[in-house]
């Protein structure tokens, strides 16, 4: 496992502190858990950037719900 410092505001390392102690869990625990939750959603954010990118540049392109469905045999 690897170690990591980072500085919080006052007001940030308060309330880490008083979760933790509520709640019987490591400030780390609460660290690590925001951390796996937010980098998710900005690995998300990075991946759509990336492809409107390349939609726009016109080395990708878009696909209707139909073209899908037809593609894959799934039409009505």
């Known amino acids: 496992m690897s170690a990591i410092s980072i500085r919080l505001s006052e007001e940030l390392a308060s309330r ?3 979760l933790a102690k509520r709640t019987g869990r ?3 625990f609460y660290v690590v858990k925001a951390i796996e939750e937010h980098l998710q959603d900005l690995e998300d954010v990075y991946i759509a950037e990336q492809r409107l990118i390349e939609l726009r540049a ?3 392109r878009t696909y209707t719900l139909d073209e899908v469905e037809r593609e894959l045999g799934l039409g009505g």
């Open 26 to 28: 490591t400030k780390s």
């Open 16 to 18: 880490l502190t008083k």
């Open 58 to 60: 016109g080395r990708s």
